[in-house]
């Protein structure tokens, strides 16, 4: 058996990197030596751009925050003939929001998958609670230290329980004897009391340090030492400040004398002398906010007598007589605990051979024992692993279509631009753009699914348009929510896209009055249709055309227009395109299905083989740079992708991927080959977390979709934009699927 663990490592000083350096000797070494069956290496996790010397058994490195080293990395893992992956999982090691850049590697594993989780968070933030959700998902095995975590999981995050793995956290089978701990530190002469580990507000100290007046009043002989560097975090962004306070508290209670802080990251081995040489360990965190605790572990297998605040792990680790609980920030009651202990030297004794017969049963080797049979059991099993199956069209997975989110974002006026979050941020007012996606959205959600709000909310769209339209047919596109026009004429997209609305609506109209209304803003436009010249604004236009030449075949002239335009598209290409590269421009840059999806719509009025063929060409060209894994990967506007150059991964948005789905929904209406259902539902499927960071962008409860992905994660801010995208997504998969079943 071959295993491939990913987690921190030493030389990092990081408690997860200690529990991989255990968990792996644990498993590859009994007694001292290698086994013959088990062999294994480590991916370690390297923190914003720092570099170790790792021991021989890390083969890879990944920085925290390059998502590019993940993919290296489970291409790897995959090639390395493991038979099994561990991942060691806490949300600060790894990089993008909540560490989010960790999903796509998991995603691609071809190995079957344990993961141990170190940290729970009982009120996840939304991205906290879809990426521990999706990790889930996809481990064949989860293994907790807690019983708490248990609950967790299965009442928060909805895991199933026969997933979930209870192993006690591991300690070191290291034995020091007492008295010859204190010798050798200078403590012969001591009563010592002993927090460990990094240190941070979170840890309460200030608490042991409030109580020690009142015992070293009795305990003159008391020593409190704090052993452990302030947290890297903490560091990076307060420096010293928490230390520098807990050394002003002691100063100003006339402690100095009876606090040592040692700011050193202590080795394993010294680490369980001084925990021998105690006599009391303290762990005073100041909420119950602590699914796991190695240090307290630690304490425990040690044989300590250990003295904590009620957290989750110490309320399970130290049941049962195995140790004593305080409230939190409770300086008087940890006092009346210490002078029982000092008091009563039987109660003490008793303690720490309660905690020792314990931590004899979760040695390190017994541990990694049951974390081998776990990895035996699953591969005898013939584990199912989680590699991305076919696509197919399949209706059933979508949510359910609501326009809850855009009545939201509408009012009187319009639908408006920007939300924060699920909520319409009112200072960013409307623009054109967004009011024809929605007036598009709302006439197909009601001619396929007879939406009463979806035609409620139509006329209010198509007067915005109305409005916004100059005297010499062009658009303005910006107006702030106190109704002032923010420009003169907008861009030539805006124009397409309004356009584009009014042709389906010429087609698609609900009754005669938004039929009229919409016909005199078309043609009074259409005088501009020629002079357009940019090719988005020219793609989007065609589109409109399109859709109203369906309705009015006979329009000679239109047709005439659309030619012309269709051309002028073609013309771009010529002077464009290579043998490597098919394509309009000298680069990929945004909206880029709109293009190919242009020159399809152009070809079903003219029956041009010229047209029809650089439409193919320039689809499936699009089609290998962004569909090449079996799912979209959108390029980003960040720096987009430029003949010659590398692609831009971030930031993704929306209306490329609707983009992506309308073209293959026409080239399937053109030729009904089903091979473009399965790439429109891929394309759809980027909204439900087929995408490069296995993130949804569809947010389950506001029914809005978030506004992309960047560096950093998912940007949840639920945009016009961005929720008009996914809901004329959704609404051209059904109407695929219907087109399907006619045809089947």
């Known amino acids: 058996m071959k295993l491939a663990y990913i987690g921190t490592y030493p030389p990092r000083e990081c408690g997860i990197g200690t529990f991989t350096m255990n968990l792996y000797r644990s498993m590859v070494i009994n007694n001292g030596i290698i086994r013959d069956s088990i062999d294994g290496f480590i991916v370690a996790m390297n923190d914003h751009d720092q570099t170790y010397d790792y021991p021989e058994e ?23 003939g493991a038979d099994l992956c561990i991942l060691e999982h806490e949300f600060g090691i790894f990089g993008g929001q909540d560490g989010v850049y960790i999903l796509p590697l998991l995603h691609r594993l071809e190995i079957p ?53 209870f192993i006690d956290h591991g300690v070191p089978d290291i034995q020091f004897g007492q008295v010859k701990s204190k010798e050798e530190f200078n403590l012969e002469n001591k009563k010592v009391l002993l927090t460990f580990g990094f240190i941070g507000r979170n840890k309460g100290i200030e608490t042991v340090i409030k109580a020690l007046p009142k015992v070293i009043d009795k305990y003159p002989d008391v020593l409190y030492m704090v052993l452990g560097k302030t947290h890297p975090n903490v560091l990076r962004y307060s420096g010293e400040e928490y230390r520098n306070y807990l050394q002003h508290l002691v100063k100003s209670l006339n402690l100095n004398n009876h606090v040592f802080f040692l700011n050193e990251y202590i080795n394993q081995k010294e680490l369980f002398k001084y925990l021998s040489a ?18 307290l572990s630690y304490a425990i297998g040690v044989g300590a ?9 110490a309320a399970e680790l130290l049941a049962d007589g195995r140790g004593k609980l305080f409230n939190f920030n409770d300086s008087d009651g940890l006092s009346a605990i210490l002078l029982e202990l000092l008091d009563n030297p039987d109660v003490l004794k008793n303690l720490q051979k309660k905690a020792y017969d314990y931590g004899r049963k979760i040695t390190w080797p017994k541990t990694g024992e049951k974390y081998i049979a776990v990895a035996k059991k699953i591969l005898e099993d013939e584990p199912k692993v989680f590699v991305k199956k076919e696509i197919i069209l399949d209706p059933l997975i979508l949510p359910p279509f609501s326009l809850a989110h855009i009545k939201r974002l ?8 920007h939300a924060k979050f699920g909520i319409p941020n009112l200072k960013e007012g409307y623009c054109l753009d967004d009011n024809a996606r929605a007036l598009l959205m709302v006439l197909m959600a009601y001619r396929q699914k007879k939406n009463s709000l979806a035609l409620e909310l139509s006329p209010i769209y198509l007067s915005y ?72 604004g020219i793609a989007n236009t065609m589109v409109g055309i399109s859709y109203y030449l369906r309705s009015s075949p006979s329009d000679d002239s239109m047709v005439e227009k659309l030619r012309n335009l269709a051309y002028k598209l073609i013309k771009h290409y010529e002077e464009n395109s290579s043998s490597n590269w098919k394509w309009f421009e000298p680069l990929l840059a945004y909206d880029n299905g709109m293009l190919p999806l242009a020159l399809l719509h152009s070809v ?9 063929e650089i439409a193919l060409e320039t689809m499936n060209f699009l089609t290998e740079i962004t569909l090449k894994d079996g799912y979209l990967s959108i390029i980003g506007n960040e720096k987009w992708y ?19 789905v309308l073209m293959y929904h026409q080239a399937f209406h053109l030729t009904k080959d089903k091979e473009y259902l399965t790439k429109l539902f891929a394309c759809f499927m980027w909204f439900l977390g087929e995408n490069d960071l296995r993130m949804n962008l569809f947010d389950f409860e506001t029914k809005g979709c978030c506004d992309g992905f960047e560096s950093y994660g998912v940007n949840r801010n639920q945009g016009a934009e961005s929720s008009l995208a996914y809901l004329i997504s959704h609404l051209t998969v059904l109407l695929a699927f219907e087109e399907f079943e006619k045809i089947n």
């Not at 890390?58 to 390395?80: C, G, M, P, W």
């Not at 509408?410 to 631009?417: E, K, L, P, R, V």
């Open 113 to 165: 998958l344990i993961v141990t989780i170190h940290t729970i968070i009982k009120a996840p933030s939304y991205n906290e609670k879809a990426i521990l959700v999706e990790i889930c998902r996809m481990a064949n095995k989860i293994v907790v230290m807690s019983h708490k975590a248990i609950e967790f999981l299965t009442s928060i995050y909805n895991v199933e329980r026969e997933k979930i793995v």
């Open 642 to 660: 430029k003949k010659g150059g590398e692609r831009s991964m971030f930031a993704q948005q929306p209306v490329d991927a609707l983009a992506m």
């Open 604 to 612: 079903e009025i003219l029956k041009d083989d010229k047209i029809t």
């Open 465 to 536: 348009i109305h409005y916004m339209q100059n005297k010499d047919g062009t658009f303005r596109n910006l107006l702030s929510f106190n109704r002032n026009f923010l420009d003169e004429v907008g861009l030539e997209d805006s124009f397409g896209r309004t356009i584009w609305a009014l042709g389906y609506l010429l087609g698609n109209a609900p009754n005669d009055a938004y039929y009229q209304t919409g016909r005199l803003v078309f043609f009074d436009a259409s005088q501009n249709f020629e002079k357009l010249q940019s090719i988005r």
């Open 58 to 80: 890390v083969k890879l490195t990944i920085r925290q925050e390059h998502q590019r080293d993940y993919l290296s990395a489970v291409k790897f893992i995959n090639l390395s």
């Open 305 to 313: 007598a250990v003295v904590s605040t009620p957290y989750w792990h």
């Open 410 to 417: 509408t009012d009187d006026t319009g639908i408006i631009q």
């Open 278 to 295: 105690a006599d009391i360990y303290i762990t005073p965190y100041i909420n119950e906010a602590q699914i796991t605790s190695g240090t």
